[in-house]
């Protein structure tokens, strides 16, 4: 379902697109992650984002 909302539709994509993404075992981290949540490795990128249309 689709959100018409601008303001709706800015804090879900902050709250979907902005984390952090494990290497090791793909686990979603949060944006102010160092370590991973779930198996403590330190190898996290940011998660890939198109351009928006």
Do not use: T
């Not at 800015?10 to 697109?17: G, P, Q, S, V």
């Amino acid at each position: 379902m689709p959100v018409s909302d601008p303001i709706k539709r800015e804090i879900a994509m902050k709250h979907l697109l902005y984390v952090k993404i494990c290497r090791k075992c793909g686990a979603r981290n949060p944006p102010s992650a160092v370590k991973c949540r779930r198996c403590k490795s330190k190898r996290l990128r940011w998660k890939k984002r198109e351009a928006s249309r």
